[in-house]
């Protein structure tokens, strides 16, 4: 029982875990995209898009960026550093007016309409950023690295607007000109892939970059990792998802990945190291919630470890971490029982019975005082189980009566107590024998008192 009731905990828990890894890599894109927005003209007129590695050897004839166009470009720059968008559109739109589309040569207006891109970024109109990179790209003889910056950039913004083919689109044209791509291209088109639905191609892309990035010498970033956790989640291939997170603890040791390793071993059938994971995160002071420390209690207890179970629970109880209700007393007491310390198991199970609204609890309590001999209380636990009701089997809180009344020689009160037990026929065998035993020894003492008199 503990096992299911921690695992059902985990499928919830460790699924929205899951997909919170995915989300920090669409921010990460986001970011992306305004790094590479230094738009300069005095460098090349192009952010480069990621690529921090040596220029591509591939050449081509690319038209002169002449003085006056240059001039107007660094004075919209120049504008745009000082915080005057409007003015720096007004001297771009100036140029293009002016000059005319024809006067400009292709590089020419793939500088101004790149410049425009970097401005309608920074006023975050998307779409427009997204034309005006088109129109970079519209534009022969563009310098290669222009060509691969910007269809980086291009992808990247189609990412942050969510318009996940295109973005798949951009970055394939992207790898089709550059050179040397770096991992975390890869793993930008694996999280295309996978919020485009297409698992497969997701999780191929992110191993490339995961294989890519060995090849160099470079270690895996985290958030790798989690794509390739939730894409083997997805696939239902829990014995990656533990190698996955074995990776990750290695690298991060963080608490949601102890806590999810646990959940997966479980799914696993692996309680060895089910319990191994969280009982690293307990000791090491990362559960303090209720739930987690209660998943805690449950999973010793239904490893046969009850005695750390119940020391979990006493420290959360005293400290409050732990909320003081019947069902938590209960599992204190259930725990400490199992461990073979009834006498601290008595007071945790008293505590439950006395919160709870039913008889049940009482109706256990019952027999546990019955077991260690005291008939008082047994006695007066089961009348109170009988008082309060619901009880699952009330003929057994009879028979438990039964006895402690004979215990205690109130030999009519238990006789009564064993003829209602035996109505119901679950208990009708053990409630005759005992009347039975009764009748005899009410006789024999009829007869003794008859003797001396």
């Known amino acids: 029982m503990a096992t299911k009731v921690w695992n059902n905990t985990v499928n919830s ?64 720059q120049e504008l745009s550093e000082e915080g005057d968008i409007n003015g720096a559109v007004s001297v771009l739109n100036a140029l293009r007016d002016s000059q005319g589309k024809r006067a400009l040569n292709s ?4 500088n101004m309409y790149n410049f425009y ?33 910007t269809n980086y950039s291009l992808a990247q913004l189609y990412f942050v607007t969510e318009d996940y083919g295109k ?22 088109l694996a999280q295309a892939y996978y919020q485009n639905k297409q698992y497969d191609k997701s999780l191929a892309n992110v191993e490339k970059a995961m294989r890519l990035a060995k090849e160099k010498g470079k270690q895996p970033k985290e958030n790798w990792f989690l794509l390739q956790r939730v894409l083997y989640y997805d696939k239902g291939d829990m014995k990656k998802v533990a190698w996955v997170l074995e990776e990750l603890l290695r690298r991060w040791p963080k608490k949601e990945y102890w806590t999810q390793a646990s959940g997966i071993y479980g799914e696993l059938k692996n309680e060895k190291r089910q319990l191994v994971a969280l009982d690293t995160a307990y000791t090491a002071g990362m559960l303090s919630r209720e739930q987690e420390l209660l998943n805690m209690a449950y ?10 179970a ?50 049940e609890l009482w109706s256990r309590l019952a027999s546990v005082y019955l077991d260690n001999d ?80």
């Open 310 to 359: 119940a020391k979990v629970m006493e420290k959360g109880l005293n400290n409050e971490s732990i909320k003081k209700t019947s069902k938590n007393y209960e599992l204190l007491g259930n725990s400490l029982r199992a461990a073979q310390e009834i006498d601290r198991a008595i007071p945790a199970m008293a505590k439950a019975a006395e919160l709870s609204d039913a008889g």
């Open 13 to 76: 828990l460790s699924r929205a875990l899951l997909f919170g890894g995915v989300i920090v890599v669409t921010q990460a894109a986001m970011q992306d995209v305004q790094n590479q927005h230094g738009w300069s003209v005095s460098v090349s007129g192009v952010a480069m898009a990621a690529e921090k590695k040596k220029p591509p050897e591939k050449t081509r004839k690319t038209p002169a960026l002449r003085a006056e166009v240059y001039e107007k470009l660094a004075e919209a």
């Open 299 to 308: 999973l010793y207890l239904g490893t046969d470890t009850p005695y750390r």
């Open 107 to 110: 590089y020419e207006l793939a």
């Open 167 to 188: 973005a798949i689109g951009a970055l394939n044209a992207w790898f089709k000109v550059a050179e040397n791509p770096q991992p975390d291209a890869y793993v930008l």
């Open 117 to 149: 891109a970097f401005i309608y970024f920074q006023q975050e109109q998307y779409p427009k950023a997204i034309q005006a990179y088109k129109n970079v790209l519209k534009q022969p003889d563009l310098p290669i690295a222009m060509e691969v910056g």
């Open 374 to 453: 005291d008939y008082v209380s047994a006695a007066k636990a089961a009348q109170t189980a009988l008082k309060k009701g619901k009880l699952r089997r009330p003929d057994n809180t009879r028979i438990v009566l039964g006895m402690a009344l004979f215990n205690l020689d109130r030999l009519p009160e238990a006789r009564k107590q064993f003829v209602k037990a035996a109505k119901d026929k679950r208990s009708k065998k053990m409630a005759k024998d005992w009347i039975k035993y009764l009748d005899n020894e009410l006789e024999r003492r009829e007869s003794l008192k008859d003797g001396l008199s």
